[in-house]
């Protein structure tokens, strides 16, 4: 098989991002909305996107502030939920690890739900890929989604309360995450991670400042790991 | 209505602590290899923390102030279903929507 040109993996890349537009139109548009709805000017909602990049910490925070909660309590929440980005950073590493210092801070920058998400599982098929293929996935999956985030943050800010609430917008987050995650559940491992986060989130509901999402979240981690060695264990 | 300094502080700091996170392994740790058993759990982040965020959202909606909701219910798991089905993400949203909207007209 011939070896793929970096600008090639970079299409792929663009190709296998392109989807998650349709997805984040809706999810950005509904942060400009509720930003602007809650006194924040087109500048202001574009700032909160382009500084944190990461849709359910940014409602999170919003909603806080808006409650006229403390404001470390909103920090602490947002980052609590950003918690995930640490993983992320984490699972690239062995890929991304050796790419010199100013490209992965770079890179950095763009670790969010869907460059993760399609980089591992590509990186795992196509182990002859080298750095410059890897980064050139990585930035074309990137490419597509990061400026529509953006673009609809100012107009959905824009629109603020012309949107009604009959549209049910709010409920593009949970449909938008359910459909991201069903491709994942791909061993019982995986299946049996999900379910125990499921149930654990539930209980740990009561928890103040979305704690019971980390809780719930670790405890997933932890059952997916320990699924993975039984069925290992049974296998040899 | 927030006051503009608060908003300021506030989204600097999650815009820099989100970076550092972002950073902290892929800029800090660099290539050296991670044990075994940190790539272990690692590969159940996904799986795990998105389900945790999702499960309360779908069971006490915001939209309802947290009351039980049957359109939306209905929504989550067509959403699921064609998931599981299908592999296909965009499929899954779009029936998930389209789903939502009807049970909106028609038990709303």
């Known amino acids: 098989m011939p070896r793929p040109t970096t600008k090639s993996v970079f299409w792929h890349g663009l190709r296998d991002g392109a989807p998650f537009i349709l997805v984040l139109v809706p999810f950005s548009t509904l942060f400009g909305v509720v930003a602007s709805e809650a006194g924040l000017n087109v500048i202001e909602a574009l700032t909160f996107s382009v500084m944190v990049l990461a849709g359910a910490a940014q409602f999170a925070a919003l909603q806080l502030l808006a409650e006229d909660a403390p404001t470390f309590i909103a920090i602490i929440t947002a980052l609590a939920v950003n918690l995930r980005m640490a993983m992320y950073s984490a699972a690239l590493t062995p890929y991304l690890g050796a790419a010199p210092l100013w490209q ?42 990061v400026p529509f985030w953006y673009g609809c943050t100012m107009a959905g800010a824009w629109l603020g309360t012309a949107i009604p609430d009959s549209l049910a917008l709010d409920f593009a987050i949970p449909i938008t995450f359910l459909a991201i995650i069903t491709p994942m559940l791909r061993t019982p491992a995986h299946v049996a991670a999900a379910i125990v986060a499921v149930v654990m989130s539930l209980i740990f509901a009561f928890l103040p400042y979305s704690l019971g999402v980390l809780v719930a979240g670790f405890a997933g981690m932890i059952t997916g790991a320990q699924v993975e060695v039984m069925l290992e264990r049974r296998q040899t | 209505m927030i006051d503009t300094t608060t908003l300021w502080i506030t989204m600097l700091s999650i815009g820099i602590g989100s970076y550092l996170m ?75 929507g389209a789903s939502l909207y009807l049970g909106l007209a028609l038990l709303g």
């Open chain 1, 104 to 145: 992965r801070a770079i890179a950095a920058y763009f670790v969010v739900d869907q460059t993760y998400a399609c980089s591992v599982v590509e990186y795992e098929k196509h182990t002859d890929w080298d750095m410059a293929h890897r980064l050139a996935y990585f930035f074309g999956v990137a490419a597509p989604v």
């Open chain 2, 22 to 96: 972002r950073f902290l392994f892929i800029g800090v740790i660099g290539d050296r290899p991670l044990p075994p058993w940190i790539l272990r759990h690692l590969r159940y982040t996904g799986v795990a923390v998105l389900p945790a965020l999702v499960a309360p959202l779908v069971l006490w909606p915001a939209a309802t102030d947290g009351a039980y909701d049957a359109p939306r219910l209905i929504a989550a798991f067509v959403t699921l279903a064609v998931g599981l089905w299908t592999r296909n993400v965009l499929l899954a949203i779009l029936s998930g």
